[in-house]
């Protein structure tokens, strides 16, 4: 069976792309087959921005599966959340959609990465969220968070959203490249990994670095 991961950060502009493509690559590397897809793509039109950097990070060229748009089922042109583009563009959000993606790719790849939409907590509708959908696929979250100020609040808001739902966390991916501060990054990073360690032991807390640093 293949592996399905949801990827979701403590807010917007966390660095899920960015992790995505470097979690993919590292998998590749111990010769798994991956791919990558986008849950709900907003601020695109016709091809999804955050595939392509996944691309990039994983040094291979677009995908026929990237083409047709199973990675990326879902695009919407307006850059907000995926309720709000939705209405922009006079939509509705076909979850069925995304999901029979998904089911295709997984029949195709060791390991599905889904990277999320914005946080957790970003409304797909006025009373289902971005959480809702991993936890009603019972997807693995990977959390993504970083060293910029407030991260430590997120995080925990997170992981107490996770841990409260009965979900399964996966790891959690720390971004190095938000790191400007070192004594606030080394703080951050060891607060993290001391409460993962506490609300859920044995799970992995990861490094992601600058690529090419």
């Known amino acids: 069976m293949s592996e399905v991961i949801f990827i979701?950060?403590?807010?917007?502009?966390?660095?899920?792309?960015?992790?995505?493509?470097?979690i993919a690559r590292r998998l590749m590397a111990e010769g798994k087959s991956v791919i990558t897809q986008k849950f709900i793509q907003t601020g695109c039109n016709g091809t999804?921005?955050?595939?392509?950097?996944?691309?990039?990070?994983?040094?291979?060229?677009?995908?026929?599966?990237?083409?047709?748009?199973?990675?990326?089922?879902?695009?919407f042109t307006y850059p907000a959340s995926a309720q709000l583009a939705a209405a922009?563009?006079?939509?509705?959000?076909?979850?069925?959609?995304?999901?029979?993606?998904?089911?295709?790719?997984?029949?195709?790849?060791?390991?599905?990465?889904v990277e999320g939409a914005g946080g957790l907590?970003?409304?797909?509708?006025?009373?289902?969220?971005?959480?809702?959908?991993?936890?009603?696929?019972?997807?693995?979250?990977?959390?993504?968070?970083?060293s910029r100020l407030g991260s430590i609040n997120h995080t925990v808001l997170s992981l107490e959203a996770i841990k409260n739902r009965g979900m399964?966390?996966?790891?959690?991916?720390?971004?190095?490249?938000?790191?400007?501060?070192?004594?606030?990054?080394?703080?951050?990073?060891?607060?993290?990994e001391r409460y993962v360690n506490r609300h859920f032991p044995g799970t992995e807390v990861i490094d992601v670095p600058i690529v090419g640093a």
């Not at 979701?8 to 470097?22: E, H, L, M, Q, R």
């Not at 006079?90 to 997984?106: E, F, M, P």
């Not at 959480?131 to 009603?136: G, H, N």
């Not at 966390?169 to 400007?180: I, P």
């Open 8 to 22: 979701s950060g403590i807010d917007t502009d966390a660095g899920k792309s960015y992790v995505t493509g470097f």
């Open 48 to 75: 999804s921005e955050d595939i392509e950097v996944h691309r990039r990070l994983m040094g291979m060229d677009m995908q026929p599966c990237d083409i047709d748009r199973t990675t990326a089922p879902v695009i």
């Open 88 to 113: 922009i563009d006079g939509c509705d959000i076909d979850l069925s959609v995304i999901d029979a993606a998904t089911q295709k790719l997984s029949e195709m790849y060791d390991v599905v990465l």
């Open 168 to 192: 399964h966390l996966h790891s959690v991916a720390y971004n190095h490249y938000y790191d400007a501060d070192p004594v606030i990054s080394a703080d951050s990073r060891g607060f993290v």
């Open 121 to 146: 907590m970003v409304p797909i509708t006025d009373d289902f969220f971005s959480i809702d959908y991993a936890r009603t696929r019972n997807l693995p979250v990977m959390l993504v968070t970083n």
